[in-house]
């Protein structure tokens, strides 16, 4: 069983940063790919970013435009998501969620979910 915990999100203005982080605990973290959501108000949960297992990255390229970068520390068990020139439009919960020896961009690929961390982000 794999336990993650979101933090970093807060307010932040337009064009501003962010990183957020997802610490996991109770498995084998190396063995895990991890990716990062997100779900607006009245809106579906969209796939952001995921780092699988060996470091390989894929993005939503149209959410992210180039300004995301998704890594992880497995010293740490943590995987972070670096977020730059932050628009209205990424406003969200931000949520992690890990699946062993995969990176999908599929909800449904993946067994454990974090609680979520807000973004806001004023114009």
């Known amino acids: 069983q794999v336990q993650l915990v979101e933090s970093g999100g807060g307010l932040v203005q337009a064009g501003g940063s962010l990183r957020l982080s997802c610490a996991a605990s109770g498995g084998t973290f190396g063995y895990y790919g991890v990716g990062w959501f997100r779900q607006a108000p009245g809106k579906e949960r969209e796939f952001v970013a995921a780092i699988g297992w060996t470091g390989g990255r894929t993005y939503d390229e149209e959410s992210v435009k180039g300004r995301f970068t998704i890594s992880r520390d497995d010293a740490k068990n943590t995987v972070y998501l670096q977020m730059n020139s932050l628009t209205p439009e990424d406003t969200a919960v931000y949520y992690c969620?890990?699946?062993?020896?995969?990176?999908?961009?599929?909800?449904?690929?993946?067994?454990?979910w974090g609680q979520g961390t807000q973004v806001t982000v004023s114009s």
């Open positions: 969620a890990a699946q062993k020896y995969g990176s999908s961009s599929r909800r449904n690929d993946y067994q454990y």
